[in-house]
């Protein structure tokens, strides 16, 4: 469903991505590497937060550059950070946003809201303040927010990395048995152990393109202390 | 507003929002033309009745005007001297009586109530090309983001502290000012992400 043709892209005088051509159709994609090997720029390219600075992303045929919201209905993007992505006051008021914003009648927002917190464990959170959940439940309600708009695909970006092991556990339970097609980018190895592909990245360019069983260790290796 | 309310069930808390924004509307302006202390100390006797009304303990009163005891303190000695004490009188029970009724109108009222009345009430710019929806989703977006601002600094005092840092606003002020910049760019894109360049305004 991702279509990456010759993707550059650079801030300012900064090269992040060089010459990145592939295609995602799996259900299950990783993303991995080093702090600064470009990833994160990667993942903002499949839904349009970035458009590459010279080739194009195409997800199902639309072009990133001209139809971004149009990709952006399609590719639902879960932060790093639950606390940036949680933009509204109370926890219900915050799965409300996004489906407000797509025209639906007050009468059906409020029927989803009670539908998608029902779903993700978060009823009894639902008039909490957002600044006085616990990182997991900030997390739990970041995803939510994101699923109750109904993406065909959900990018995670790093997704586990601010969270507890309990936290972590259950947010890899939540993307394991998403329905959806789901690109992660993650230092977690343990997350993506049962994925069907994994890319590593390394300076820009993707260095290892293959399941996890040879992916996992050439990025070890890659990792290694000189 | 940020988490006064307090939810219940009282007749109070029943009150559209709208009427009691009104109410705290007109006795905010018409408590200024009344300069009589006795039917002042009568409004005060009323708004605190109405504490009790909404099934707030009356200590919560009290707890919600110390912050402002120091400022109350100096305003009411300032009066004292520069107009004597009735006039210290009237401007403190004025003061003192619309604090503790907006404070009232905040504990009884849900926040996203409040906001759709206040994007009802600003229908009406409407006429000269403003979105009242927009001004309420500012409004939201404030609510959401003081506390996490707040948490912030708190980080930073802490992290100042730890290296031998006391209380320096210059030290505070500048690093905060980095870290909400950068947090604005960043709910930029998570707005975006979450589809708020999607209908409605267009």
Known sequence: MFLFEDVEHGYDERRVLHGISVELTERRIAVIGANGSGK????????????????????????????????????????????????????????????????????????????????????????????????????????????????????????????????????????????????????????????????????GRIVEDAPPARAIPAYLDLMAPC | MLSLYRPGTSALHRLPVGVKLVVLLLSGIGLFFVTNPFVLGGFLLVVVGLWSLARVPLVELLRQLRPLALVLALLGVAQVLLLGWVSALVVLLRLIALILLATLVTMTSRTDDMISALERAASPLRVFGLRPHRIAFVLSLTLRFIPLIKEKADEIRTAQRARGVERSSLALLLPLLVKVLRMADHIAEALDARGLDDARDR
């Open chain 1, 40 to 203: 994160s720029t990667f993942a903002r390219l499949l839904n349009g937060l970035q458009v590459p600075t010279s080739g194009r992303v195409l997800v199902d045929g639309l072009d990133t550059r001209s139809e971004g919201r149009a990709v952006r209905r399609k590719v639902g993007f879960v932060f790093q950070d639950p606390d940036v992505q949680i933009v509204m006051p109370t926890v219900a008021e915050d799965v409300a946003f996004g489906l407000k914003h797509r025209g639906l009648s007050k009468k059906d927002t409020a029927a989803r809201v009670v539908e998608v917190l029902a779903e993700h464990g978060l009823s009894e959170l639902a008039e909490r303040p957002a600044h006085l959940l616990s990182g997991g439940e900030k997390q739990r309600l970041a995803i939510a927010s994101v699923l109750a708009l109904e993406p065909e695909c959900v990018v995670f970006d790093e997704p586990t990395t601010m969270l507890d092991l309990r936290n972590k556990r259950r947010t890899t339970r939540v993307i394991a048995e998403l329905p959806h097609q789901v690109v992660v980018v993650s230092h977690d190895l343990d997350l993506l152990s049962d994925f069907d592909r994994v890319l590593v990245f390394d300076e």
